[in-house]
């Protein structure tokens, strides 16, 4: 199947810092999203996009499709920003939505 | 709120009860998965429902029992569970089921079993 593969595994910033966090993956799709978790466990959906640019308040993400990778922009972090960060995709083949094993943040004040 | 509600939020149960957890979403969507979280793991997918019909089983050991009255609607019946069973149940829907437009998820249900 898919992998996913999202880096690093860990992220520490201080407030008001930018990030930029990886999501690398094997196979084309047709579906890819990203998550944040929050500390209560509902994942939260941030961006469907399996290919181009969007951007939403602080928050912007691209995905090139054709090099298989995807990158999630955070500018300006703030402690609410802390949490796991989800990457996942599906091919289209099934329903699977295969996830990558999560980025962790803290956003320190 | 996402649109998907899960109850309970929380359940702590013995081996030998007897649980559901419930699932609705009011999106209109037609899939409905269940997925498992443990700790230390990344989420694993335990059930697909399309229309109503049970379209994928990944290998889940039989004291989970799922079940999709309408397609707005999702269980998972619990029963002699173990404790390793203890793990965040998220519940997700989509329009379709090749995931285009993404999916939804619920909050969650963190169960414990003792």
């Known amino acids: 199947g898919i992998q996913v593969e999202q880096s690093p595994p860990d992220l520490i910033l201080q407030e008001g810092a930018n990030s930029t966090l990886r999501c690398n993956f094997s196979d084309s799709v047709n579906n890819l999203q990203w998550f944040h978790q929050n500390p209560w466990g509902q994942l939260i959906n941030l961006f469907y996009?399996?290919?181009g640019t969007k951007q939403n308040g602080r928050l912007s993400a691209t995905t090139v499709a054709t090099e298989r990778y995807s990158l999630l922009y955070i500018s300006s972090s703030q402690t609410t920003d802390s949490g796991v960060y989800f990457c996942a995709v599906s091919t289209g083949a099934n329903s699977k939505l295969t996830f990558g094993k999560g980025i962790t943040l803290s956003v320190r004040p | 709120e996402t649109g998907v509600t899960q109850t309970p939020r929380h359940l702590v149960m013995g081996m030998t009860n007897k649980k559901s957890l419930k699932c609705e979403q009011h999106l209109g969507h037609n899939a409905m998965y269940w997925y498992k979280q443990s700790a230390k793991k990344p989420l694993e997918l335990m059930f697909v429902?399309?229309?109503?019909?049970?379209?994928e089983n990944n290998s889940v050991p039989s004291r989970f029992s799922p079940e999709c009255p309408n397609s707005s609607h999702l269980f998972l019946h619990l029963h002699t569970l173990q404790p390793e069973d203890s793990a965040l149940y998220l519940c997700a829907s989509s329009r379709r089921l090749d995931g285009v437009m993404g999916y939804t998820f619920g909050s969650g249900t963190r169960l414990t079993v003792v």
């Open positions: 429902y399309n229309f109503k019909e049970q379209t």
């Open positions: 996009i399996p290919s």
